[in-house]
């Protein structure tokens, strides 16, 4: 079973085999952690997103769905970008969310990643509440993650940090 850990800081520092990017489904940037990741790690991660469009993803990558590119400048040596749902008060999303770690898991074990780390993914500007995204990230990263080294959770402030401690406890 994986050490599942938690750090308070920023992803584009970690030292791991893969970062997980929270993308939109455009893969071409955004803001946030994917605007972050893109920014570090410079001009090869969007030249690599940019031939995943023209060729496998021509209308973007589904939400739930994973894929692999370099990373560029970046400490890692993947970014494992996935597209979590934006949040609905009137639709249960939780299985695509749920999607995305699982996923992301899938892509890393298919590299051969020892080591991944995992924003919030969905809990920023697509509005997922941290407890619940907190919830799903935990559950399913356990059930999912059997055989890596260690699985990471970056948390960018003291608010996800507890929801994210609070969820490792209750599981």
């Known amino acids: 079973m994986a050490a599942i850990t938690l750090v308070h800081g920023d992803i584009t520092e970690q030292r791991v085999d893969a970062v997980v990017n929270a993308a939109n ?6 803001g946030g952690v994917d605007g972050a990741i893109h920014r570090k790690g410079g001009p090869d ?3 690599e997103c940019r031939q995943l469009r023209a060729s496998r993803y021509g209308k973007g ?3 739930g769905q994973a894929v692999a590119t370099t990373a560029g400048k970046l400490p890692a040596r993947w970014v494992i970008h996935t597209v979590g749902p934006v949040w609905s008060s009137e639709e249960d999303r939780s299985a695509l969310l749920a999607s995305c770690y699982r996923e992301s898991l899938r892509v890393a074990a298919e ?3 020892r080591t991944v780390a995992f924003p919030a993914i969905s809990t920023g500007v697509y509005g997922w509440p941290m407890d619940d995204g ?3 990230a935990v559950r399913t990263v356990q059930e999912a993650g059997g055989d890596f080294d260690e699985l990471r959770f970056v948390l960018f402030d003291p608010p996800a940090y507890e929801a994210f401690d609070a969820a490792l406890r209750d599981s």
Do not use: E, F, V
């Open 134 to 136: 907190a919830r799903i």
């Open 61 to 63: 990558l589904p939400t």
């Open 45 to 47: 991660i969007l030249a």
């Open 111 to 113: 590299l051969g990643a």
């Open 25 to 30: 489904s455009s893969l071409l940037g955004g």
